[in-house]
């Protein structure tokens, strides 16, 4: 039953992202807002890491078991299995409406305001560079949960398959089945602006087009939009020693350009606890 509760949520599926969660809601704390973050405990992420979590002070819910569609190749369980625990948030319907970001995401300004938007309004991130990506990024979306959404979306999987074969692969993610369930959203009034999940590779260009800025002191006289979320997207993360060493070896070679190198920078702070990461950045 749908209970008019209102909140921000991420997911966890396995403890190498519990650092990423804890700084997210670090994050969210120092961008004034005063609503919770919720976190969603993944089946297989284990009764330690929701332990943990609460020790950090942040509330969870415990998803049930990862929906496992027939016919999947069983070599592909563990894939499938991670895949599928996003879907899972579509169906809670204890909420009323959802903002949902990735755990590997940075808040840097209040975004309260999302919640007065519809379900399903995303970003097509990295639309400003590469034009062609006009599909939603599953990272931040606004979410009303359904009762047996998340079955119906998970059915269109073959169609999603069907797509990716296309460009030879065999694997698909949420973000594949969503944006199969929601064929119309590249056309639908549900863009939110890209500041709102501005991928950590293209911030230096995004701010080189003179259209956004990071400086939330500028924004308001300025025809530059606020970026308001960091989402350090590929494998190697900020928080991981692999993703601190790849940062220092870009470094070495000239290849960290300088928004990426302050954000990061804002991020390490945040995971060291510091209350003026924004400000000191």
């Given at each position: 039953?749908?209970v008019?509760?209102?909140?921000?949520?991420?997911l966890?599926?396995?403890?190498?992202?519990?650092p990423?969660?804890i700084?997210?809601?670090?994050?969210?704390?120092?961008?004034?807002?005063?609503?919770?973050?919720?976190?969603?405990?993944?089946?297989?992420?284990g009764?330690?890491?929701?332990?943990?979590?609460?020790r950090?002070?942040?509330?969870t819910?415990?998803?049930?078991?990862?929906?496992?569609?027939?016919?999947?190749?069983?070599s592909?369980?563990?894939?499938?299995?991670?895949t599928?625990?996003?879907l899972?948030?579509?169906g809670?319907?204890?909420y009323?409406?959802?903002?949902?970001?990735?755990s590997?995401?940075?808040?840097?300004?209040?975004?309260?305001?999302?919640?007065?938007?519809?379900h399903?309004?995303?970003v097509a991130?990295?639309?400003l560079?590469?034009?062609?990506?006009?599909?939603?990024?599953s990272?931040?979306?606004?979410i009303?949960p359904?009762?047996?959404?998340?079955?119906?979306?998970?059915?269109?999987?073959?169609?999603?398959?069907?797509?990716?074969?296309?460009?030879?692969?065999r694997?698909?993610?949420d973000?594949?089945?969503?944006n199969?369930?929601?064929p119309?959203?590249?056309?639908?009034?549900?863009?939110?602006d890209?500041?709102?999940?501005?991928?950590h590779?293209?911030?230096?260009?995004?701010?080189?087009?003179?259209?956004?800025?990071?400086?939330?002191?500028a924004?308001p006289?300025?025809?530059?939009?606020?970026?308001?979320?960091?989402?350090?997207?590929?494998s190697?993360?900020p928080?991981?020693?692999?993703?601190?060493?790849?940062?220092?070896?870009?470094?070495?070679?000239?290849?960290?350009l300088?928004?990426?190198?302050r954000t990061?920078q804002?991020?390490?702070q945040?995971?060291?606890?510091?209350?003026?990461?924004?400000?000191?950045?």
């Open positions: 039953m749908n008019g509760v209102e909140t921000y949520i991420t966890i599926s396995t403890p190498d992202y519990l990423g969660v700084a997210l809601d670090r994050s969210l704390r120092a961008s004034g807002t005063e609503r919770p973050l919720v976190v969603a405990v993944a089946d297989g992420a009764a330690e890491v929701e332990s943990d979590l609460k950090e002070g942040l509330e819910v415990r998803l049930p078991k990862a929906i496992r569609p027939r016919g999947l190749d069983q592909d369980a563990h894939h499938w299995s991670n599928f625990d996003k899972h948030l579509f809670l319907t204890r009323r409406k959802l903002v949902y970001l990735d590997d995401m940075m808040v840097l300004s209040r975004i309260d305001e999302l919640f007065d938007w519809p399903m309004s995303a991130a990295g639309q560079v590469y034009p062609d990506w006009v599909r939603l990024n990272g931040l979306m606004v009303e359904r009762e047996g959404l998340p079955e119906e979306i998970v059915a269109t999987l073959p169609a999603a398959m069907r797509e990716a074969s296309v460009d030879g692969s694997i698909v993610g973000q594949d089945l969503i199969a369930y929601y119309e959203w590249p056309a639908s009034r549900l863009q939110l890209q500041g709102y999940n501005m991928l590779p293209l911030v230096d260009q995004y701010i080189a087009s003179g259209r956004y800025t990071l400086d939330a002191q924004h006289s300025g025809r530059a939009r606020l970026i308001k979320v960091i989402h350090f997207i590929g190697a993360k928080w991981s020693l692999r993703g601190m060493l790849r940062h220092a070896m870009a470094r070495c070679r000239g290849e960290v300088p928004m990426q190198r990061f804002m991020y390490r945040l995971l060291r606890g510091s209350a003026g990461a924004f400000a000191a950045a």
